[in-house]
T-cell receptor, first 112, second 113 residues
């Protein structure tokens, strides 16, 4: 069964460093998403991406964040200068259209 | 913005018991989703509801979409240890054809064997 994959599973970084989180969505899906879950809290929407551009972003997704689909399979989330409060699980998701989203296993980011 | 409120926040039950959890919204959703999250994993879709009043089952799981489209419940019958986890309700808002999911805060289920 096709699934969304994410790498790395864990990332530890120093405050101020740049991180890139990588995702491989399900191959025939057209819509891609990033969500964040701070420890013990609910899952929060960050950004959606379609047709090589951002279609929607939340107030969390400020200028420090960017997304890219550099090739036909990868979808990345970059945090330019990490802050302590960026520590969270980051989930990638994909969907074919106006249908249910399928989530990856997440990347746990710890900013020290 | 739209908010989903889940209750209870946590449940401690004995193996074999039935479980019921609820989700309410401040606004109408056209689709209602229930996800389960195991520790350290991403949310996994359990049930999707598309019509008001719809009752849908997936094995031991049953979910209903409220008539007003502002609430839903999820029932688990005869719970087993692997049912442990956090259950989230989620509702999509459609922006330019793409869903943006709004999640509830989750119901954490713990099962005593």
């Amino acid at each position: 069964e096709p699934e969304v994959t994410q790498t790395p599973s864990h990332q530890v970084t120093q405050m101020g460093q740049e991180v890139i989180l990588r995702c491989v969505p399900i191959s025939n899906h057209l819509y891609f998403y990033w969500y964040r879950q701070i420890l013990g809290q609910k899952v929060e929407f960050l950004v959606s991406f379609y047709n090589n551009e951002i279609s929607e972003k939340s107030e969390i997704f400020d200028d420090q964040f960017s997304v890219e689909r550099p090739d036909g399979s990868n979808f990345t989330l970059k945090i330019r200068s990490t802050k302590l409060e960026d520590s969270a699980m980051y989930f990638c998701a994909s969907s074919y259209g106006e249908e249910t989203q399928y989530f990856g296993p997440g990347t746990r980011l710890l900013v020290l | 913005g739209q908010q989903l409120n889940q209750s209870p926040q946590s449940m401690f039950i004995q193996e074999g018991e039935d479980v019921s959890m609820n989700c309410t919204s401040s606004s109408i959703f056209n689709t209602w989703l229930w996800y389960k999250q195991d520790p350290g994993e991403g949310p996994v879709l359990l049930i999707a509801l598309y019509k008001a009043g719809e009752l849908t089952s997936n094995g031991r799981l049953t979910a209903q979409f409220g008539i007003t489209r502002k609430d839903s419940f999820l029932n688990i019958s005869a719970s087993i240890p692997s049912d442990v986890g956090i259950y989230f309700c989620a509702g999509p808002t459609i922006i330019q054809g793409a869903q943006k999911l709004v999640f509830g805060q989750g119901t954490r289920l713990t099962i005593n064997p």
